[in-house]
């Protein structure tokens, strides 16, 4: 499937079929990232966020900080294993 996002820096588009997605944790910014990543590119385009708690304050950021990577990491691993025939 083709997508093209409307993020500030970023032009073009890509096909599902050809990304890997990737989970980037950011300690110093309060935030775990889920990004695609095309082959032979360097770029992580940040496609989504994964927030376990409410507060807005960082002490709860940094006390969900491991389940939200983990948590992340496998959403990356079901959609990198899933068949390239099945994807749209």
């Not at 997508?3 to 500030?8: C, E, G, S, V």
């Not at 300690?27 to 496609?47: A, F, Q, R, T, Y």
Request: proline share 6%; glycine share 8%; net charge negative.
């Amino acid at each position: 499937m083709e997508i093209t996002p409307k993020i500030r820096f970023v032009s073009g588009r890509f096909d599902t079929k050809d990304v890997r997605l990737v989970c980037v944790p950011s300690d110093n910014h309060g935030e775990v990232s889920l990004c695609v990543n095309e082959p032979g590119c360097g770029w992580n385009i940040p496609i989504g966020e994964i927030k376990l708690y409410s507060s807005g304050r960082y002490v709860d950021f940094k006390a969900t900080l491991e389940d939200a990577t983990k948590f992340g990491e496998e959403i990356c691993r079901r959609f990198n294993e899933f068949p390239q025939d099945k994807k749209l």
